[in-house]
């Protein structure tokens, strides 16, 4: 019987889904199934996995259509909580439909969640579609100002190759041990925060996993190949408002006081930073305002705070919860 599930959350997304699930079909490990979110999209992607995965006798499928754009994180706990329902579920892996997995990915991540006692998340070595020599992302890292960052982003894949522990897992093409989703789950099955929509859900579930005490660990032998940003696009204005307003959800929920003032004094210097990177035309940070005026970008950010102040009583109360369920865990 199967003992992981694998999470597709869909959107407008019929183009990448062929390359998708002809490399499940291929897998090596055969004991999973598959559920597939679709977040109402109008490219018929729906009925291009009905007409040709549905039947096949490996893997199989569970269709789950949603009316509208409900965003990530919703479409996600969707299919984690059918998944959940099925005690014989030990293992759910959240994969994006951007990707093509090497015939031994799920055999890889399974048993590097077998050997590590205490595993909360296993995250594959995850390539560049287009570019395979180099890594998309191999992990997540926190910097002294609290923004996360995808570990090895570009560089030589050859340099991640050892299996190791990490601080946390990329939401592209993770694996979460049950024993960890579940003990680490917001009200109403929110294992991935509802209130995010999309960006920093990954890390905001990171940070509850590790001060929940579960470890998170790189699996370089499990290999998946990513279109990096192919469903939000590489510098929409939307990204740059998620990014800027999750990462303060996620730093008010999740760090010591202490800890949160000395991350929001070096912000300070990261946001002037930003500014005169901007202004100086650095590649990175233009990205976000190609085609557009520096008002516009500044006024998403501005947006972006705004939405902060008005949530900040909503983020204390998951604050104060997830203290709780931390502390009742460890008794």
């Given at each position: ?22 490399s ?5 490990y055969e ?8 977040n109402?999209?109008?490219d ?8 040709n ?9 569970k269709?789950?259509r ?6 990530f994180?919703?479409?996600?706990n ?16 959240v994969l994006n ?5 090497d015939e031994?990915y799920?055999e890889?991540?399974?048993?590097c969640a ?16 287009f ?9 997540i890292?926190?910097?002294?100002d ?9 560089r ?5 190759s050892?299996e ?19 003990k ?7 294992y ?19 001060n ?13 190949y990513?279109v ?8 929409s ?7 800027h ?16 003032a000395?991350t ?17 035309k650095k ?14 970008v ?10 902060v ?23």
């Amino acid at each position: 019987m199967e003992n992981t599930a694998i999470v597709i959350v869909n959107w407008n997304g019929k183009k990448y889904l062929k390359d998708c699930f002809d490399s499940l079909q291929k897998q090596t490990y055969e004991n999973f199934r598959v559920i597939f979110v679709d977040n109402g999209s109008t490219d018929d992607s729906v009925n291009f996995v009905k007409n040709n995965y549905l039947e096949t006798k490996f893997p199989s499928v569970k269709i789950v259509r949603l009316e509208r754009n409900t965003g990530f994180c919703f479409g996600y706990n969707v299919g984690i909580k059918s998944a959940l329902e099925d005690p014989k579920i030990k293992y759910v892996i959240v994969l994006n439909n951007d990707t093509r997995l090497d015939e031994k990915y799920v055999e890889e991540l399974a048993r590097c969640a077998k050997k590590y006692p205490g595993t909360g998340s296993v995250q594959p070595k995850v390539l560049n579609f287009f570019e395979r020599e180099k890594i998309d992302c191999a992990g997540i890292y926190i910097t002294r100002d609290g923004t996360a960052h995808n570990r090895g982003y570009g560089r030589d894949a050859r340099r991640y190759s050892e299996e190791k522990e990490i601080f946390g897992a990329n939401g592209t093409a993770s694996l979460f041990t049950r024993e960890a989703l579940e003990k680490t789950a917001l009200l109403e099955h929110n294992y991935f925060d509802n209130d995010h929509f999309v960006f920093y859900e990954d890390v905001d579930l990171a940070w509850r996993m590790k001060n929940a005490g579960f470890k998170s660990y790189f699996c370089p032998q499990a290999v998946v190949y990513h279109v990096h940003s192919g469903t939000a696009g590489k510098g929409s204005l939307m990204k740059a408002y998620y990014l800027h307003r999750n990462y303060f959800f996620t730093v008010i929920k999740n760090y010591p006081f202490g800890k949160m003032a000395k991350t929001f004094f070096w912000r300070f210097f990261s946001y002037l930073k930003l500014v005169a990177n901007i202004f100086n035309k650095k590649k990175r940070e233009t990205e976000f305002v190609k085609g557009r005026s520096k008002a516009e970008v500044a006024l998403v950010i501005l947006k972006a705070w705004g939405s902060v102040l008005c949530n900040l009583s909503r983020m204390m109360r998951k604050r104060m919860f997830i203290r709780k369920k931390i502390h009742e865990n460890q008794i």
